[in-house]
């Protein structure tokens, strides 16, 4: 169902480049790059960070001659390295959470070339696995704890050379739990991190 949903979604974006006038006043593209996430909750003993990628499409709209708002479809692997104490024990684990990120972002011209960013992002679950391990437990698992819709956002920065290619630098966090507590634990677990990535508009 996710996986459907990030078709339907990047083809309606790429789909406007059929329209004359949309390639004369929108600036279609691709990026990617490496994602340094992390996730917090009063749950986790210590915690380390995990180093994903993301990878996608997007259409910036000039509304302004500073100000374009950029709609984008992004594969993104995110999570976290933890430990934490279950029922006494102390349990070391990764988790793995991959999502369709669908973030709608308001871009500020400072100087050319160098623009602010934010935005909200709506992130839809694709994929979760955890690999936890003890004195007595070793296990690597798909389970479905994790939440299917998270609500977040991005701000950052941009610098987009004159030959189309451009550097992009975000933080990125989830406003809402990325787990369901009735499946899970009581304890709210957000997503946040880095994303670092270079693209190429059209």
Request: proline letters at 1%; a negative charge; hydrophobic letters at 50%.
């Given at each position: 169902?996710?996986?459907?949903?990030?078709?339907?979604?990047?083809?309606?974006?790429?789909?406007?480049?059929?329209s004359s006038n949309a390639q004369e006043y929108w600036n279609f593209g691709v990026k990617g790059g490496?994602?340094?996430t992390n996730m917090s909750s009063n749950g986790f003993e210590?915690?380390?960070?995990?180093?994903g990628f993301h990878?996608?499409?997007?259409?910036?709209?000039?509304?302004?001659?500073r100000f374009s708002v950029q709609p984008e479809v992004l594969y993104s692997t995110q999570g976290t390295e933890a430990t934490r104490i279950f029922a006494g024990d102390r349990i070391q684990g990764e988790y793995q959470l991959d999502y369709v990120q669908v973030p709608?972002?308001?871009?500020?011209?400072?100087?050319?070339?160098?623009?602010l960013e934010a935005g909200p992002s709506f992130n839809f679950l694709v994929e979760e696995e955890y690999d936890f391990e003890n004195n007595r437990l070793d296990l690597e698992a798909d389970s479905d704890f994790a939440s299917t819709f998270e609500f977040g956002g991005a701000f950052g920065a941009s610098y987009k050379f004159n030959n189309?290619?451009?550097?992009?630098?975000?933080y990125v966090l989830g406003?809402?739990?990325?787990?369901?507590?009735?499946?899970?634990?009581d304890d709210a677990i957000?997503?946040?991190g880095f994303q670092l990535g270079v693209g190429f508009q059209f």
């Open positions: 169902m996710m996986k459907k949903t990030f078709l339907l979604v990047a083809i309606a974006i790429m789909g406007f480049s059929t490496v994602n340094f210590d915690n380390n960070s995990r180093t990878l996608g499409v997007l259409a910036e709209i000039p509304v302004s001659e709608v972002i308001a871009k500020f011209y400072v100087i050319d070339g160098l623009a189309g290619f451009f550097l992009n630098g975000r406003f809402t739990d990325a787990f369901d507590s009735d499946n899970f634990d957000k997503n946040n």
